[in-house]
Structures are given as C-alpha cells and as structure tokens.
C-alpha cells in the first residue's frame, strides 16, 4: 500500500521514551523503502515529533532543533507535536492538506494483486485425507495461496473461507471421509472446529 501514498508522515517519539533514537528511526525506514522500492523515496514527506509533552521545554526545543538539522536540509519539514494533548496537530494536518492540494491529482491505477474469483476456480491441485481419528487435514498450493490472501480476523474475509470451502468441493470431501461435528480440520497452521 505504500506505492498508493501520496505522503510519507514519519510519526516518531521525540521524547525517546523506549531508548529510540528518532533520527535513527527515520533514516532506518528510509533506507528500507529505498530498498523495497527506490521510486517510493520521490514521495514528499512530512516529519510528524510525538510526545513533546513528556519533554521540559529545554529539551523539546533540542530534540525538535536537531531533527529540523537534520532533515529540513533535505525538504523534510518537522513539525512537534502531541496526540495527548493535540498540540501542533492542527498545524501538521493543514500543511499535509497543503501538500495533498499541490500534487497531481491524476489517479493511479494499479493492477489488482489478487482476484478471488480466480482462487475459487483455479485447478491447482488439493488433498483432503484422514489424519486421525476426529482430524482431518487439508494441503495443496491453492490452499496456501488462499491461507495468505485471507484475513480469516475480518467477517469478510471469513466469508469468503466458508464460501471457498464449498465451491472448491472442500466440504464435501470432508463428509464423504466421515467428518462429524466438533471434529477438527487442519490446513497447514489454520485448525478450526467442523460445524454445519
């Protein structure tokens, strides 16, 4: 999703309260986007310092200068704030308005990475056997490539397992190998209880 933001707002801990460096937080990030995908890195981006008000004002006006030495020079505006109290929040948010205001508005379409109609008529190959006495398991490519396209925490995503087991046939296997309610059904790491 990173390739659809049109800003990068780098939320950090100015007041390094868990012992992190946020300048070193940042260009660790930076160096992993680069990495990941070196166009990312053309993206405007926004420095937004957290937690100011755990810091006395000597020490907030520090942190904030080093962060703005550091990457100002680079076109990277630094703005403190505080989620607590909201200090500098509506600040931050109208200069990333701002920034959101002056870019290309032109949409970007990106090619779907997944097409679930596709995985509910695919051919790649299934097993469904006995493991043991009330377990059954399930493996195959199309399995696995389900289990990770699947957000089985969401009701929608748990809709689509319960209709992926039926229209792939899974379920009737199922019955005609013997499963009985309660029984459990094993597909790689995912064990779930069979009720009808």
Known sequence: HIERTKVIVHLVDAASTEGRDPIDDINKINTELTAYNPEIMKKPQVIAANKIDVLYE???????????????????????????????????LYHVKGMLDNLDQTPVVFAREFFA????NSNEPYTVWKEEEHLFAVEGPRIER????????????????????????????LEALGIEEGDTVRMYELHFDYYK
């Open 58 to 92: 000597e020490d907030e006006q520090q942190v904030i200068q080093k962060l703005k030495d550091t990457f100002e020079p680079q076109g990277i505006p630094v703005f403190p704030i505080s989620a607590v109290s909201g200090k500098g929040v509506k600040k931050l």
């Open 117 to 120: 109609e596709d995985m509910a």
């Open 146 to 173: 389900m289990l990770g396209y699947t957000n089985l925490d969401s009701e929608k995503g748990f809709e689509f397992f319960q209709k992926f087991l039926k229209d792939n046939g899974i379920l009737e296997e």
